[in-house]
């Protein structure tokens, strides 16, 4: 526990000195011009946190038992994918400014998962894996990319949102000047909502398999606001294509899609565990 411990406190500062050092330079007078080097620095940091992050989920998932998914552990088994994704996607694209909200969840998930250490086993470990475990196995991995992805489509759709209403008043200053151009911003939005929409298909798609009684598992709930989540994605990404839907419009259908998608998992996982005590 001791080393458990170790690695929870280490994740959380290296976390939050990534978030410090972001929040520093957008607030900084010198934005016009960032550095390279200040991009790779708050990417160290991101990535030894997610270092000591995978060796903290490695302990809490695979337990003797079987894998532990409870509310805290799925909290920030989400939390590691969104920083490990921002921190792969930032090597290519400009997205290392949506850190500034990820980072501080990431650190405030990982702290979670060690002060409330729950038990939820969903795949009990055995001889022979079952008929319905392996396709579980794949579902459940489907399931925590797209909610990532939808995530980082959210965060990346709030920061749209800040950089909208700043051209909107004319008030081109402050942490707003180290934001991409509006387009640009616009255009990394839609490519984290395809993918995660993908991902969302595929995940719903490889629940059919395990499903076998959708009231006895407690899983109509999840599966109606998953599958409301999906057809506000879809109807987003078909207005894009049709109507060339942006700006204001993205952002409120982006926001309303992964609202539902976090009351499918995170909702219905609150009240059945913390509330209901059922798993």
């Known amino acids: 526990m001791q080393f458990i411990f170790f690695e929870t406190i280490s994740g959380v500062i290296c976390y939050c000195t990534a ?6 330079y957008l607030l900084s007078t010198n934005t016009k011009n960032p550095k390279n080097s200040h991009k790779r620095l708050v990417n160290i940091c991101g990535f030894i946190g997610a270092i000591f992050h995978t060796l903290v989920l490695r302990d809490f998932l695979f337990t003797p038992a079987g894998i532990n998914l409870s509310l805290t552990n799925a909290l920030s088994t989400v939390a590691w994918l969104m920083a490990a994704l921002l921190i792969i996607a930032s090597l290519r694209q400009p997205v290392e400014n949506m850190g500034i909200g990820i980072y501080p ?14 038990s939820h086993i969903i795949i009990p ?3 022979e894996l079952s008929t319905t475990e392996k396709p579980l196995e794949i579902h459940i991995l489907l399931s925590f990319f797209a909610y990532s992805l939808c995530a980082l489509a959210a965060m990346q759709a709030i920061l749209l949102a800040v950089q909208d209403n700043y051209l909107r008043n004319k008030r081109l200053r402050g942490f707003v000047r180290a934001f991409p151009p509006l387009q640009t911003m616009e255009s990394i939005l839609f490519q984290l909502l395809t993918l995660g929409f993908i991902l969302l298909s595929l995940s719903l798609f490889s629940g059919i398999i395990p499903l076998e009684d959708m009231f006895a598992q407690h899983l ?3 599966t109606v606001f998953s599958i409301i989540a999906w057809f506000v994605f879809g109807n987003l ?15 409120r259908w982006t926001l309303s899609g992964f609202f539902f998608l976090m009351l499918a998992y995170f909702g219905s996982k609150l009240v059945l565990e913390l509330i209901l005590h059922r798993v």
Do not use: C, D, T
């Open 19 to 24: 978030s410090m050092l972001l929040v520093r």
């Open 105 to 118: 969840f990431a650190a405030i998930a990982l702290g979670l998962q060690n002060l409330f250490p729950e």
């Open 125 to 127: 470990y055995s001889a």
């Open 220 to 222: 109509a709930h999840k």
């Open 237 to 251: 990404l078909w207005g894009r294509w049709r109507f060339g839907w942006r700006g204001q419009i993205a952002i």
